[in-house]
């Protein structure tokens, strides 16, 4: 326990400013104390610099004075209010990312999916976002800060010509407090200027602000930004102690600073107050943050699990002075989490065997700016199969996906990469585990991936220790995990639970009998690579048939039972759920996307998805493949394979038995069959009775269009948003698994912002109103602006009839987050 943890009340040190105006600190009584916190993801203008060719760059820090030698001598796009014309810029909203707006070519970065832009493509390498706001009058007095999610990437700020600083990583959120730039009751300009490039990871990573920015305003005396912590532990009888911490920055006068208290509540998911308390302090300097804390009972807590993800919020309310300042909602759970060296993971004293996937945050039609709406439903995806844990590789993520997580029930290992013992990498761990220590879902934290030059040595493991030690003094309700790969015996021998990146590193049981306290669990392992719908192997189409031996090693299936089969080891999460641009590895150009993904780039599920539903979930599973749709390939013999968890199945070709075969646990079945068109039915049988039939039938040509949207009904706030699978059936209404017609769409009420079909070497363009079928299957990303009202899309293809969905977009919600226009 950190000594704050028993003295409940510290000073932690100085704050950064001291407020030199007389301010009123009754800021206001209501319901929020004063704070407030407002979207500005709209209206940014936007245009492209240059990195070195400062003509280009609009003649920015080519003063005699630059703004790093004078304060507020920010120019160019850089430059204050009047001083900089960006009115023929490109208008946009956020999260924007604008390397998905490039082609691909074929000289582009494999790693990053072969774009036009990064290394090599200098005049769209540095991007420039400009906002100018209206700050009132009546804000003077407050801190006001402006608060960016994640900037990809190298981003300088500057707010009225004032520079603020620069943020290396693409990956951390960061803040400056611009209280003391602002003009009070006139017009400020934002400027960002962020630079790709340098590449930052090694798969496809967007470009510029592709999270959300906020403007964060509070009275003097408030609640730290990410200063909360709050810890929960059930007893035997089942009740919960709620243990609190909050950081209050104090920047009061002295005679003012007695008096200072905060109240806390918890409330629970109907909105009822289930425990309150409230701690006091007195006579703190100006200037200071200081650390409170208390301790609530919840008496009949509902625990946070994978099934029943129920959230509390924590309600803190700073009073200073005789009034209310501050008040924060934060949202939490009420759960345990412990590994065991030899049982592996429990959840509430419940063991639960940890199945996963990694993932980057990259989806069809809008690379890394990702939209609230689509973080659930690519969690929803992923639960689908029974997952239940997500490795953030190899970055702490969005924060909204940490939400989606929370809410949904997905556990999380989240990550930060760049391994060191400096404040530069002491400080993203800092960063890291305070902005996301209070969401339940996650349950470890990692501190790298793969670190060849330093994991199997002496160098590698102290590093490692001082990093877990930093770690640990920051949270020590959660263990730390390093991903592994080849090199065995440095990092390995001193971090408290061993990522083991691909079994065919190393023996994992070996590991088990040497270390003995170490817990040990499958960061990576390998699935089945292949493209979906495709059963041979065409290179030039940058097409794969699915990989027997995929390029660490092993399948989906080999993986699994190794992992299965040890009751030590905690699970095992495989390299990767979704397929990301990047790493098409072991194809090239034209290939642009990887394909180890257990889903493809839209989120259609590959053939082992199946397997998996079927070992890790009690649904009943009955999958065939290939589809059977071959002409011109009668006679020849196919490898068809059935992924089930029935205890035995039975394949007919147009009613002929080819045999029954029991079902190896964890296993797939599969028989030689000749081709022939006409029907592939299985029969899953439990207790010697058919239980389920699934049929694979030869299709005809593609007749008509279907849309089905994961939602329909939709909040009209210019960020909420509707995926929509499209697919085509032949006549008989069947859906046709080969079908590849150009599919074009339209849309009233609404925008299109993205479509993709998951072919991971198509080189059509994601933001556009039209798309090819691949395989049957592609995908339209609809959002709503602030008109509510009926959105209408529809869809239409050469031959075909066509589709049509309506969608309702209503105010209701929308004003639950207010914004800056
Ligand atoms: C791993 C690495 C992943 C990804 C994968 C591709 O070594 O950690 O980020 O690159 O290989 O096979």
């Known amino acids: 326990m950190r000594a704050s943890f028993r003295s409940w009340i510290r000073v932690t040190g100085l704050v950064s400013f001291v407020v030199s105006v007389a301010v009123s600190l009754v800021m206001a009584a209501d319901a929020s104390g004063g704070r407030e916190r407002l979207r500005m993801d709209d209206g940014w203008r936007f245009a492209f610099g240059h990195p070195s060719d400062t003509k280009k760059d609009f003649g920015h820090a080519t003063g005699y004075f630059a703004y790093i030698t004078k304060t507020g001598f920010g120019d160019g796009p850089a430059a204050p209010v009047g001083k900089f014309d960006d009115s023929a810029w490109r208008t946009l909203d956020l999260p924007h990312d604008w390397a998905v707006e490039q082609p691909n070519v074929a000289n582009g970065s494999h790693s990053h999916g072969y774009r036009a832009v990064g290394p090599g493509f200098p005049d769209v390498n540095v991007g420039w976002y400009r906002k100018t706001i209206t700050i009132p009058k009546e804000d003077l007095g407050r801190r006001i800060s402006l608060v960016f999610d994640g900037v990809f990437r190298a981003s300088r700020v500057w707010v009225n010509g004032f520079y603020l600083g620069e943020e290396p990583s693409g990956y951390l959120g960061f803040r400056y407090d611009v209280s003391d730039y602002l003009n009070y009751g006139g017009e400020n300009v934002i400027a960002v200027r962020c630079d790709v490039t340098m590449e930052e990871g090694w798969f496809y990573e967007g470009a510029g602000i592709y999270r959300h920015v906020w403007l964060e305003k509070t009275a003097p005396v408030h609640l730290v930004a990410d200063g909360t912590t709050i810890v929960t532990d059930v007893d035997e009888a089942g009740a919960a102690k709620v243990q609190v911490w909050s950081e209050v920055a104090h920047a009061l006068g002295k005679a003012e600073a007695a008096g200072m208290s905060v109240r806390y509540l918890v409330i629970d998911a109907d909105g009822k107050s289930v425990a309150e308390a409230a701690t006091e302090m007195q006579g703190v300097e100006a200037g200071e943050t200081v650390e409170l804390g208390s301790a609530l009972a919840v008496t009949k807590p509902q625990l946070w699990s994978i099934e029943t993800p129920v959230l509390y919020t924590l309600v803190a309310e700073v009073s200073a002075g005789g009034a209310v300042v501050d008040r924060v909602e934060t949202k939490f759970g009420i759960r345990t989490v412990r590994f065991d060296p030899n049982e592996g993971f429990f959840l509430n004293g419940k063991h639960v065997k940890l199945k996963g996937t990694n993932n980057h945050q990259d989806h069809a039609g809008v690379g890394a700016a990702i939209p609230d709406a689509l973080q659930d439903f690519r969690i929803k995806a992923l639960k689908a199969m029974g997952s239940n844990v997500y490795r953030c590789s190899h970055n702490p993520p969005t924060p909204e996906l940490l939400d989606a997580c929370d809410r949904l029930g997905m556990l999380v290992i989240d990550e930060?990469?760049?391994?060191?013992?400096?404040?530069?990498?002491?400080?993203?761990?800092?960063?890291?585990?305070?902005?996301?220590?209070?969401?339940?879902?996650?349950?470890?934290?990692?501190?790298?991936?793969?670190?060849?030059?330093?994991?199997?040595?002496?160098?590698?493991?102290?590093?490692?220790?001082?990093?877990?030690?930093?770690?640990?003094?920051?949270?020590?309700?959660?263990?730390?995990?390093?991903?592994?790969?080849?090199?065995?015996?440095?990092?390995?021998?001193?971090?408290?639970?061993?990522?083991?990146?691909?079994?065919?590193?190393?023996?994992?049981?070996?590991?088990?009998?040497?270390?003995?306290?170490?817990?040990?669990?499958?960061?990576?392992?390998?699935?089945?690579?292949?493209?979906?719908?495709?059963?041979?192997?065409?290179?030039?189409?940058?097409?794969?048939?699915?990989?027997?031996?995929?390029?660490?090693?092993?399948?989906?299936?080999?993986?699994?039972?190794?992992?299965?089969?040890?009751?030590?080891?905690?699970?095992?999460?495989?390299?990767?759920?979704?397929?990301?641009?990047?790493?098409?590895?072991?194809?090239?150009?034209?290939?642009?996307?990887?394909?180890?993904?257990?889903?493809?780039?839209?989120?259609?599920?590959?053939?082992?998805?199946?397997?998996?539903?079927?070992?890790?979930?009690?649904?009943?599973?009955?999958?065939?493949?290939?589809?059977?749709?071959?002409?011109?390939?009668?006679?020849?013999?196919?490898?068809?394979?059935?992924?089930?968890?029935?205890?035995?199945?039975?394949?007919?070709?147009?009613?002929?038995?080819?045999?029954?075969q029991d079902m190896p646990r964890n296993g797939h079945l599969a028989w030689k069959v000749a081709y022939a068109p006409g029907a592939l039915e299985a029969r899953g049988y439990r207790g010697g009775k058919v239980v389920e039939t699934r049929t694979v039938e030869t299709r005809g040509l593609a007749a008509k269009l279907v849309m089905t949207p994961d939602r329909t009904a939709l909040t009209a706030d210019n960020q909420d948003v509707s995926v929509i699978t499209v697919s085509a059936l032949d006549a008989q209404g069947r859906a046709v698994p080969v079908a590849d017609n150009l599919v074009t769409f339209e849309i009233t009420g609404g925008k299109i912002i993205g479509v993709g079909n998951g072919d991971p070497a198509s080189h059509e363009a994601d933001k556009a109103s039209e798309r090819k079928l691949f395989n049957g299957l592609a995908q339209v990303i609809v959002q709503t602006t602030y008109q509510a009202g009926p959105m209408v899309l529809k869809a239409k293809s050469e031959g075909l009839s066509g589709a049509m969905v309506e969608f309702t977009s209503s105010q209701a919600g929308a004003a639950a987050v207010a914004r800056v226009k």
Not at 429 to 457: F, K, T
Not at 538 to 566: C, F, I, Q
């Open 416 to 660: 930060t990469r760049l391994m060191g013992s400096n404040p530069l990498h002491l400080d993203a761990v800092e960063r890291m585990i305070r902005r996301d220590r209070n969401h339940p879902s996650v349950i470890m934290w990692s501190l790298g991936n793969e670190e060849w030059a330093i994991e199997g040595n002496i160098t590698g493991a102290r590093i490692t220790t001082t990093m877990q030690a930093f770690a640990k003094r920051l949270d020590p309700t959660r263990m730390m995990t390093v991903a592994i790969s080849g090199g065995w015996g440095g990092i390995s021998t001193v971090i408290e639970a061993m990522g083991v990146n691909y079994i065919r590193h190393g023996d994992t049981d070996k590991q088990h009998k040497e270390f003995p306290w170490q817990v040990i669990l499958g960061t990576e392992e390998t699935t089945t690579q292949a493209t979906r719908g495709i059963y041979f192997d065409d290179k030039e189409r940058g097409h794969m048939a699915p990989l027997e031996d995929g390029t660490s090693g092993g399948n989906v299936e080999t993986g699994w039972k190794h992992y299965a089969a040890r009751p030590y080891l905690a699970g095992v999460i495989y390299w990767t759920g979704f397929d990301y641009r990047g790493e098409p590895n072991p194809l090239k150009w034209p290939a642009v996307s990887s394909q180890f993904g257990i889903l493809d780039t839209c989120g259609f599920p590959k053939d082992s998805f199946y397997y998996l539903k079927a070992w890790w979930t009690d649904e009943p599973v009955l999958h065939v493949f290939p589809h059977w749709n071959w002409p011109g390939k009668e006679g020849q013999e196919f490898d068809v394979r059935v992924h089930s968890n029935h205890e035995a199945v039975e394949l007919l070709l147009n009613g002929k038995s080819l045999g029954k």
